[in-house]
Nanobody
Framework: QVHLAESGGGLVQPGGSLRLSCVAS????????MGWYRQAPGKERELVAR???????YYADSVKGRFTISRYNADNTVYLQMDNLKPEDTAVYYC?????????????????????RGQGTLVTVSE
């Protein structure tokens, strides 16, 4: 089992900043990718930012230059620094992690692949 603990959402005025964090714990051999999705009311879920184990990053065009994703492999943590927030950034943000479980006989070798999503944290940008 893998558990994701998200935090950092809240209410902020336009132009303000928030930092989301997500910590993955459990029977994890390795994490390949960590990222954030969001879903606004009445809209489909979209990928906001992703950071791979090799250091590569992806950002949605709508957040480039405003959001920064960072990842700390040692403690399986990913952050999303959100600056210059806009009302259209209002959404539930979900942490998404994929990697490999520990094998059935221990964490010295990989087990099956997993992909997990957190429960979400609400970000509201409003006056």
């Amino acid at each position: 089992q893998v558990h994701l603990a998200e935090s950092g959402g809240g209410l902020v005025q336009p132009g303000g900043s928030l930092r989301l964090s997500c910590v993955a714990s459990g029977s994890i051999f390795s994490i390949v990718g960590m990222g954030w999705y969001r879903q606004a009311p009445g809209k489909e879920r979209e990928l906001v930012a992703r950071r791979d184990s090799g250091g590569g990053s992806y950002y949605a065009d709508s957040v480039k230059g405003r959001f920064t994703i960072s990842r700390y492999n040692a403690d399986n943590t990913v952050y999303l620094q959100m600056d210059n927030l806009k009302p259209e950034d209002t959404a539930v943000y979900y942490c998404n992690v994929h990697g490999y479980y520990c094998s059935a006989d221990g964490c010295h070798r990989p087990g099956p692949h997993f992909e997990e999503r957190g429960q979400g944290t609400l970000v509201t940008v409003s006056e």
